[in-house]
Structure formats: structure tokens, C-alpha cells
T-cell receptor, first 115, second 115 residues
């Protein structure tokens, strides 16, 4: 158990809908990262928040957004969902701002299925 | 840009066989290198890491040495067990982005160990 929790575990929805994925980092960790894992794209970094502020952006679509709250939990919002958004979404956390030596601890993931 | 290339799987071995999973990288600057493992239905777990050239990361019998001259970070284990069956990801973390770390993952190598 990494100490990172994600809810829900599974989510099934329809195209065009909007969903929110939630992540609670390990106690004491200030950074939260979001990743998308799909069969064709592999594991892709989406976005990072550090202590409430956006820190780094990867391959995140404009239909997706995230935020980190004062209690450090984070939410990833996916809107206007398409079939291709079906994937496993992982949250990870680390202690600091994300320096190259910073270890990221991953949650169990949320499996999103768009029908 | 930064990238990681790891050997394609799947890899199937008998128990107690020697394991090598190749990983090479392309990066500017001084990245850190990681191996993560993903067991079925779970998130990624850090297996080992190395933060500078010639460092050797080790954990649970697995080893990998950061070779700057060959830009490689191959994973090895002398005697695999059935419980090592999982997907292994090589990853690179580089302080490339203006405010954060650019984290890249390889495509993953699925290992199956048979009794």
C-alpha cells in the first residue's frame, strides 16, 4: 500500500459526459501528479500540482483540468468524454516539488470506461 | 526531447532463471532513472532508482546501474520467482521543464515466470 488513495476504482459513463476523479496523496506529500495509462499510448504524464499550484503540464487535453485543494487532495475533471478517453488514470504523490530525484508513489488507479 | 526505450515483451522465464530487461534513454542534463513494477490490478510501485552516473540501485534482488556512457539502465535479477511476474517500467526524471520535472516512462515489459 503506497498511501495514495484514489476514488472511484471504476467509472463507466457515456460519450459527452463529464466525470471527476479524486486523489488523496500520502500524508506529508505536497506534490500530486496525474497520469493516463492506455494500451496504445502507454503511461502518459498529464499534470502536476505542488502545494495547490500547477507546477508542470504534460500531454493534457484542453477538455481535461485538475486542481489541488488546501488539504492537498486533488481532482481531475474530464469533460466532453470520448471513447478514446477510456483508460486507467493514476495519481501519484511526492514529498517535494518534483525534482529529478523525487520518488513518486502511485495510487491504485481509476479505470474509466466511456461507452 | 527526453525519452526511454525498453525491450519489448512479453518475457517468459522459468523460476530461478536470470533476468535482464534492457532500458536505454535519451536526455539532456542529469536525469534520474527509475524502475517501477506494476502487479496485476495495482498501481506502479518504485522498485529501485539511481540519481547519478555509476550509481547502482538495488531492491528485492533486482539491480540496475546508471551507465552514462551507454545511456542505459538495464534491470537484472539473478534468480526470478513466480511472484516476480508483473509489468516493469523504466522511467526517467529530468529537471527539464521550467518549473518541474519531466517524467517519461518506457512502454513496459511484461514478465511471466513459470514454476
Amino acid at each position: 500500500d503506497s498511501g495514495v488513495t484514489q476514488t472511484p476504482k471504476h467509472l463507466i459513463t457515456a460519450t459527452g459526459q463529464r466525470v471527476t476523479l479524486r486523489c488523496s496523496p500520502r500524508s506529508g506529500d505536497l506534490s500530486v501528479y496525474w497520469y493516463q495509462q492506455s494500451l496504445d499510448q502507454g503511461l502518459q504524464f498529464l499534470i502536476q500540482y505542488y502545494n495547490g499550484e500547477e507546477r508542470a503540464k504534460g500531454n493534457i487535453l484542453e477538455r481535461f483540468s485538475a486542481q489541488q485543494f488546501p488539504d492537498l487532495h486533488s481532482e481531475l475533471n474530464l469533460s466532453s468524454l470520448e471513447l478514446g478517453d477510456s483508460a486507467l488514470y493514476f495519481c501519484a504523490s511526492s514529498v517535494w516539488w518534483g525534482g529529478s530525484t523525487d520518488t513518486q508513489y502511485f495510487g491504485p488507479g481509476t479505470r474509466l470506461t466511456v461507452l | 526531447g527526453n525519452s526511454v526505450t525498453q525491450m519489448e515483451g512479453p518475457v517468459t522465464l522459468s523460476e530461478e532463471a536470470f533476468l535482464t530487461i534492457n532500458c536505454t534513454y535519451t536526455a539532456t542534463g542529469y536525469p534520474s532513472l527509475f524502475w517501477y513494477v506494476q502487479y496485476p490490478g495495482e498501481g506502479l510501485q518504485l522498485l529501485l532508482k539511481a540519481t547519478k552516473a555509476d550509481d547502482k540501485g538495488s531492491n528485492k534482488g533486482f539491480e540496475a546501474t546508471y551507465r552514462k556512457e551507454t545511456t542505459s539502465f538495464h534491470l537484472e535479477k539473478g534468480s526470478v520467482q513466480v511472484s516476480d511476474s508483473a509489468v516493469y517500467f523504466c522511467a526517467l526524471g529530468n529537471n527539464d521543464m521550467p518549473l518541474g520535472v519531466d517524467m517519461r516512462f518506457g512502454a513496459g515489459t511484461r514478465l511471466t515466470v513459470k514454476p
